[in-house]
């Protein structure tokens, strides 16, 4: 049998290894993103009437990500060293999308957006009210990131071929990529 005294609480048995990779993890979700929408952009530039959508979604992540690499750099955290390759797998995710229409790259910000929304909720779990600044960051992120996944659906993120299987595939390189980003 476990006693409360087994379980950490919320926010206090966070290490600095546990806040610096959540940093590196987060930068590297922003920058991950940035990227997906470069991709998405270069394949439908103005020309779908989706690319201006996009075009301010991708503003928000670069905020995001300008605000992740301030904090990397204040706080010494070592980025990832899997920067080229989410930098290349994140363009050519976006190209990929926009290149099987524009519904399909709404189904791809839906479904990065909706693993987002669950990895940050556990992230602000975790803080509690360990690290004010890191905890604010996430909250502020974590509300456009939930704007942008409910955009996508309601410009017809479901009505992408295989959306579910688009979605749950998606949604487990997301997983993925989070995971390894922890270590890496």
């Avoid at 360990?130 to 409910?150: K, N, P």
């Amino acid at each position: 049998m476990t006693t409360p005294q087994d379980f950490p609480r919320p926010g206090k048995s966070l290490s600095e290894a546990d806040r610096a990779a959540m940093v590196r993890v987060d930068q590297a979700g922003e920058f991950g993103a940035v990227r997906i929408y470069a991709g998405q952009l270069a394949v439908m530039g103005d020309r779908h009437p989706y690319g201006r959508l996009i075009a301010g979604m991708a503003a928000q992540e670069e905020r995001h990500r300008a605000t992740f690499d301030a904090m990397i750099a204040r706080r010494g955290v070592r980025p990832t060293a899997l920067a080229p390759i989410w930098s290349a797998a994140g363009f050519t995710l976006g190209a990929v999308t926009a290149a099987m229409g524009p519904k399909a790259a709404m189904a791809c910000t839906a479904a990065i957006e909706t693993e987002i929304d669950r990895h940050y909720a556990e992230q602000l779990a975790q803080l509690g009210d360990s690290d004010t600044e890191l905890s604010a960051a996430i909250m502020d992120f974590q509300a456009e990131e939930v704007e942008h996944r409910d955009a996508a659906l309601a410009h017809g993120a479901e009505q992408a071929p295989a959306y579910p299987l688009l979605s749950g595939v998606i949604r487990l390189g997301c997983r993925a990529a989070i995971a390894l980003t922890k270590r890496l």
